[in-house]
């Protein structure tokens, strides 16, 4: 049998409890606790392996860590925000100071958009998206993938400069 605060494997075990939970232990460990009705009136009761099995799964599965944003979905700008924007409004024959004073907005800054040097705001992203008739936005469903496994994809490695 395994005490289940030491971890050491012994020939009996005892139920007591320590710290409000209930726990087969040892008979060194046992001090530590107060004993329960079972193991009071039958000191020494065996506990079975499957029991054991039993506990220690159920821990197991309990002490994993879990992801939380698998499976959710969030709403990202595309990748050439920038170009899409530039060729969408060439398309309909403006030039970029006409398209600023069409949609309210600062010459300068629909430049910087243009160049993929300032990502705009969502304010902003709908007001192109509805003078423009395109789409700048895309929804991303996050990984599902935790911890351990071989990326062949970008690591921290690629972005540490070696001399």
Same mark, same amino acid.
């Given at each position: 049998?395994? @005490?289940?605060? @030491?971890?050491?494997? !012994?020939?009996?075990?005892?139920?007591?409890i320590?710290?409000? /939970?209930?726990?087969?232990v040892c008979?060194? @460990?046992?001090?530590?606790?107060? =004993?329960?009705?079972?193991s =009071?009136?039958?000191?020494? /009761?065996? !506990?079975?392996?499957? +029991?054991i099995?039993?506990r220690?799964?159920?821990?197991?599965?309990?002490?994993?860590?879990?992801?939380?944003? !698998?499976?959710?979905?969030?709403?990202?700008?595309?990748?050439d925000?920038?170009?899409v924007?530039?060729? /969408?409004?060439?398309?309909?024959?403006?030039?970029?100071k006409?398209? =600023?004073?069409?949609?309210?907005?600062?010459q300068?800054?629909?430049?910087k958009?243009?160049?993929?040097?300032? +990502?705009?705001?969502?304010?902003?992203?709908?007001k192109?998206?509805? /003078?423009?008739?395109?789409?700048?936005?895309? =929804?991303?469903?996050?990984?599902g993938?935790m911890?351990?496994g071989?990326?062949d994809?970008?690591?921290l490695?690629?972005?540490?400069?070696?001399?």
């Open positions: 049998m395994i @005490c289940e605060m @030491c971890g050491k494997t !012994v020939p009996q075990t005892r139920e007591v320590v710290g409000g /939970a209930r726990l087969n008979l060194n @460990c046992a001090k530590f606790g107060e =004993a329960t009705g079972a =009071a009136s039958r000191p020494g /009761a065996p !506990v079975t392996q499957a +029991v099995d039993q220690l799964e159920r821990r197991e599965r309990r002490m994993q860590s879990k992801d939380i944003y !698998v499976g959710t979905t969030t709403i990202e700008i595309v990748e925000y920038g170009g924007i530039r060729r /969408a409004r060439e398309a309909k024959g403006m030039d970029l006409t398209f =600023a004073n069409e949609i309210q907005e600062k300068g800054l629909l430049a958009v243009e160049a993929n040097n300032q +990502v705009p705001d969502d304010k902003l992203i709908k192109i998206e509805k /003078a423009l008739d395109i789409k700048l936005t895309e =929804a991303v469903q996050s990984g993938t911890g351990g071989r990326s994809g970008m690591t490695g690629n972005f540490i400069k070696r001399e």
